[in-house]
């Protein structure tokens, strides 16, 4: 099970604890030990959060609270602090689960496969592809925290690479993707939407589509 992490915890040791446990499965885990240095961070790359509760300066709830508008990942707590009281207040902030202190790594391991595979099976609203996310029902693309000004064709040929991110497709398969057998215009069209695409995806400061020379276009992998 693989997926990108990030780990909050004043305890340098825990933080070690984790990164090693979930490495091991496939995960990409990165870890802070200050929780004020979250607000340089890009937070919408994460699959899952892992926030400590009891962290001087800032406590998990409060960070919580702070980074809820901004991710849509699981968010899971780390605490000693398990009264009822203090769990309902972690879960109606917006966490999804806590995992207890001191807590065993096979339990860890487990919890955090369980959220990202129950998180993948719902992916038919939003899809993260690199730092671009899109909300395939409202059919809007963002990059980081800016909304791209893709018009519906944009859109659509966006989508369809970043779903296959990685696979090349000539400009007759976009076409037909997007457009249908019965499309009034001609696969030529899809350079003209190609060169649009780009301008503003470099205008946002990210350059997604790759030209595969003699073959057709693929987003980068």
């Not at 990164?19 to 990165?30: M, N, W």
């Not at 340089?40 to 709830?61: A, E, H, Q, S, T």
């Amino acid at each position: 099970m693989t997926g990108n992490i990030l780990a909050v915890d004043d305890e340098e040791g825990i933080l070690r604890i984790i990164k090693r446990a979930l490495e091991k499965d496939g995960c990409q885990v990165d870890t802070v030990s200050d929780p004020l240095l979250l607000k340089n961070r890009f937070l919408g790359k994460y699959d899952l959060i892992l926030l400590d509760v009891m962290m001087p300066g800032v406590d998990g709830f409060s960070l919580c609270r702070r980074i809820r508008g901004e991710v849509d990942c699981p968010i899971l707590f780390l605490t000693a602090r398990t009264g009822e009281e203090d769990i309902m207040t972690g879960l109606g902030l917006g966490g999804d689960d806590y995992i207890r202190k001191p807590f065993g790594i096979g339990e860890l391991r487990s919890r955090v496969q369980a959220h990202i595979r129950r998180e993948r099976r719902r992916k038919t609203h939003a899809v993260l592809a690199g730092e671009m996310r899109f909300y395939l029902g409202e059919k809007r693309a963002v990059y980081r925290e800016t909304e791209l000004p893709f018009t519906k064709s944009e859109y659509e040929i966006c989508e369809y690479l970043a779903l296959h991110r990685g696979q090349v497709f000539s400009r007759e398969q976009i076409y037909e993707h997007v457009f249908g057998y019965d499309g009034e215009s001609d696969s030529s069209a899809i350079t003209e939407h190609i060169k649009n695409i780009r301008a503003k995806c470099r205008a946002a400061g990210c350059e997604p589509v790759e030209t595969v020379w003699g073959t057709g276009y693929r987003w980068k992998s």
